[in-house]
């Protein structure tokens, strides 16, 4: 005789609480987890010594020197011709976003420009005179209040415009140069304490060597930047295989008038490795600009750097990081920000504060004919090596015709790569090694690396990758006889005869 079983209210509940938990329970444990063990271990540079954002450049220095904004020219001028006559090195530092010593000479002066921050906005003619000093967090509740916005700058908010002048940043903003192209003049010291105003007629040699020249041509004091309006921009995103984003970005940008933003990120899901792309577009709306709401801090903060943090040392973390953020873009969905909203967001969200880690980037710039060779060269160096990779952001850049030591020789795609590694010298050996891969496949796409973060590229890549260095170091030497103005990236790349052999 067969048995019959009857589940009771009270095993039926304990099934549903185990599917919930089997459905819903892992990723609630998982960013409790990372939640948890989220502690800021950073710590403070001991006096005497600076570090910058890649927190592997801890370095004694001789003297750190605010700057003084009441008497900065005077200040500047007497601390350059004291430190010709004692032989110091002067390295020129702001946010300390750069992560290859760009800002930093062992043994030398440090001159924090921080406090050189003034702001006057000429809406008559559309203009921003700014101090270099100057953060973008600044800059930008400054201008939204008069209704303006910066017309190109990185996605974040944390740098300082002389920083962003200095590596010649770029941003997502559509059909763009990078920022030099906003930049009307500025006011530069040079290395003999002489001040001149810098443009694309006055002292033009100059103009194309600072911008992009990494503080090595003397102390950009107060720039003119070219400001655009705020303006209401509506955001659509489609998720497509990587096979299809070319031609979905081409569609969406090419049948969209008024494009204003545009950029792409990549799934990092090992099991999908750069396999899907989420394409974000913003067109310009029409409608007054009295509308927008006001400008806020971004939401949601406290959820987006969980879910983010808990992608850089776990799989199961990528692949929900991709499930959220394809899932919250609401693809095919549409939603209004104003373009200072967008801007509006710090590097701190997403930052590494771990004593055993930290977060590294990476970038390179590749023709559009080249990158499906690039990506394909991507999903096979990474893993090959061992790559930790957190972030993939594919973005549009114009033409640079303004700068001397230039990235973008024509329009380019630039992937912003972040990766995850281990604060010890293995870590470290480890990162070398693949940067020098990936360097060699952007050149043989017939692209380039970018030169902010680690010097990693041997003498050799350096110089294949910009061949107008040579010269960019002899007209250095030229301006700055006496060798004054240096730092890391200047001692790796800029000798006589530094470039003729390998590492």
């Not at 099991?271 to 409608?287: C, K, M, P, R, T």
């Not at 693809?331 to 509006?344: A, H, I, M, W, Y």
């Amino acid at each position: 005789m067969a048995r019959r079983f009857f589940a009771s209210p009270r095993l039926i509940a304990f099934a549903v609480l185990v599917l919930l938990l089997l459905t819903v329970g892992r990723p609630v444990l998982h960013l409790v987890s990372t939640a948890w063990h989220d502690a800021d271990e950073r710590q403070v540079a001991p006096p005497g010594t600076v570090d910058d954002a890649s927190r592997l450049n801890r370095t004694r220095v001789a003297e750190i020197v605010d700057v003084d904004r009441e008497r900065a020219e005077e200040q500047l001028a007497e601390l350059l011709d004291r430190a010709r006559r004692d032989g110091l090195g002067v390295s020129i530092a702001g946010a300390r976003h750069s992560m290859g010593g760009h800002s930093i000479h062992p043994d030398g002066i440090t001159i924090n420009m921080l406090p050189f921050d003034a702001m006057e906005l000429d809406a008559a003619r559309g203009l921003l005179r700014v101090g270099s000093g100057a953060l973008w967090s600044d800059v930008i509740p400054f201008l939204d209040a008069a209704g303006w916005s910066v017309a190109v700058m990185q996605s974040n908010k944390s740098f300082t415009v002389g920083g962003s002048l200095s590596v010649n940043c770029h941003g997502w903003q559509y059909g763009r140069p990078p920022i030099a192209s906003t930049v009307e003049s500025f006011r530069l010291m040079k290395a003999d304490g002489a001040v001149v105003r810098c443009s694309r007629t006055e002292n033009p040699e100059l103009f194309s060597l600072a911008l992009g020249g990494y503080g090595l041509f003397g102390i950009i004091l107060e720039v003119d930047l070219r400001v655009v309006p705020n303006r209401p921009y509506r955001l659509t995103t489609d998720v497509v295989p990587a096979t299809e984003a070319l031609a979905t970005y081409h569609e969406r940008v090419g049948g969209a008038a008024g494009t204003a933003m545009v950029y792409a990120r990549m799934n990092v899901d090992p099991d999908h490795f750069l396999d899907d792309v989420i394409l974000s577009v913003l067109v310009e709306e029409d409608g007054p600009v009295e509308g927008l709401p006001p400008l806020s801090e971004q939401g949601l903060v406290g959820l987006r750097r969980t879910i983010f943090r808990g992608s850089a040392e776990s799989d199961y973390g990528k692949k929900l990081r991709w499930t959220a953020e394809t899932q919250l873009s609401s693809p095919g969905g549409e939603t209004v920000f104003s373009r200072n909203q967008l801007l509006n967001e710090p590097v701190e969200v997403y930052a590494n504060r771990s004593a055993d880690s930290t977060d590294i980037l990476h970038e390179y710039f590749v023709p559009e004919a080249s990158i499906a060779g690039f990506i394909d060269g991507l999903r096979r160096i990474i893993p090959e090596e061992g790559g930790n990779l957190l972030n993939v952001t594919v973005r549009h850049i114009e033409e640079d015709t303004d700068t001397f030591l230039r990235y973008a020789d024509r329009p380019m795609l630039s992937l912003v790569m972040l990766f995850h590694q281990e604060r010890t010298d293995a870590g470290e050996a480890a990162m070398e090694k693949l940067t020098r891969r990936l360097i060699d496949a952007a050149l043989a796409a017939g692209g380039r690396y970018y030169l902010p973060y680690r010097l990693h590229a041997t003498p050799e890549q350096f110089h294949r990758a910009y061949p107008m260095a040579r010269e960019f170091f002899r007209r250095k030497r030229e301006h700055d006889p006496d060798g004054l103005f240096r730092n890391q990236f200047h001692t790796k790349y800029g000798g006589a005869d530094v470039g003729s052999q390998e590492d």
